[in-house]
């Protein structure tokens, strides 16, 4: 069956046996397709690898929480990189997200290593 057959037969209502095994067939291409991509890391994802690794270094040679402008600044990327990488290293629990209040910015949120005992 085509994928065109198939849409026309479920435009006019026709569900039947030839059309629901194509369905689930092309349910599991596609659920193949998004495994394999999801196994391999994307372009942008493999060049960011080192830039996590400086913004590690970074916090870690500093020991204290740090906000988003701060790292940037370090790091010589934008804030907007910087916030979605630690974003990123905070859910892999690398580090630890905490909001802090910094004078004429208001509330900002600061990375910290992940103690020991988290």
Known sequence: MTNR???ELVAAGTLNEEVIAHAVAQIEKMDATNAKRKEKPSK???ANEPIKQAIMDFITGRNEICIAS???EAVEIS???ASSLLNQLAEDGKLT???VKVP????QKAYGLVE???
Do not use: D, H, I
């Open 44 to 46: 942008t994802a493999v």
């Open 70 to 72: 701060a790292v940037a």
């Open 5 to 7: 057959n198939f849409f």
């Open 79 to 81: 804030v907007q990189k």
């Open 97 to 99: 997200k905490t909001e």
């Open 116 to 118: 020991v005992g988290e």
């Open 104 to 107: 004429k910015k208001g509330l």
